[in-house]
């Protein structure tokens, strides 16, 4: 006698197996998701720490005076007083800079901004940070601007 069709405990089985493969591809896909947000995010990042400090570095430069402050920078230069500092814009953490009447943010997602001055030498950190449901991402940026102002 021959056989027609799958027996119900044959179709049982091959759906389990079926199961547990997507299962496992599913969460191989969702992690390569999520190392290509991060990486897109890192690449963000430091594209505009790179542009913040090379915009920093000019302002620095031309500075007369320097004033390090907690989560912010004074720099008063010939053209006038250039703030930059560390806030809250539309709910974003952001770093913005502050010259007359113009206001502009230079880079988001900035958790912290740490500046230290050291004679004629400006050592400057950014901290970026992005929480998305359970992920947190930091990565920190810093750099050394020498100033070539009169001053202390």
């Given at each position: 006698?021959?056989r027609r069709?799958?027996t119900?405990?044959?179709?049982?089985?091959?759906?389990?197996?079926?199961?547990?493969?997507?299962?496992?591809v599913l969460?191989l896909l969702?992690?390569?998701r999520?190392?290509?947000r991060s990486?897109?995010?890192h690449q963000?990042?430091s594209?505009?720490?790179q542009a913040?400090?090379?915009?920093?570095?000019?302002?620095?430069?031309a500075?007369m005076?320097?004033?390090p402050?907690?989560?912010?920078?004074?720099?008063d230069?010939p053209a006038?007083?250039?703030?930059?500092r560390?806030?809250?814009?539309?709910g974003v953490?952001?770093?913005?800079?502050?010259a007359?009447?113009?206001?502009?943010?230079?880079?988001?997602d900035?958790?912290?901004?740490?500046?230290?001055?050291?004679?004629?030498r400006l050592?400057?950190?950014?901290?970026?940070?992005?929480?998305?449901g359970?992920?947190?991402?930091t990565?920190t940026?810093?750099?050394?601007?020498?100033?070539?102002g009169?001053?202390?």
């Amino acid at each position: 006698m021959r056989r027609r069709g799958f027996t119900l405990v044959e179709l049982l089985i091959v759906m389990t197996i079926t199961g547990i493969l997507a299962t496992a591809v599913l969460h191989l896909l969702a992690d390569t998701r999520e190392a290509a947000r991060s990486t897109a995010r890192h690449q963000r990042w430091s594209g505009e720490a790179q542009a913040a400090f090379a915009l920093l570095g000019r302002d620095a430069r031309a500075a007369m005076t320097v004033a390090p402050a907690d989560q912010a920078l004074r720099l008063d230069g010939p053209a006038g007083p250039v703030q930059w500092r560390r806030e809250a814009v539309e709910g974003v953490p952001a770093l913005v800079r502050e010259a007359g009447q113009r206001r502009q943010v230079v880079a988001t997602d900035v958790e912290g901004l740490r500046v230290v001055q050291a004679g004629r030498r400006l050592t400057v950190e950014l901290v970026f940070l992005a929480e998305d449901g359970a992920h947190r991402a930091t990565t920190t940026h810093a750099t050394t601007i020498a100033l070539y102002g009169e001053g202390p």
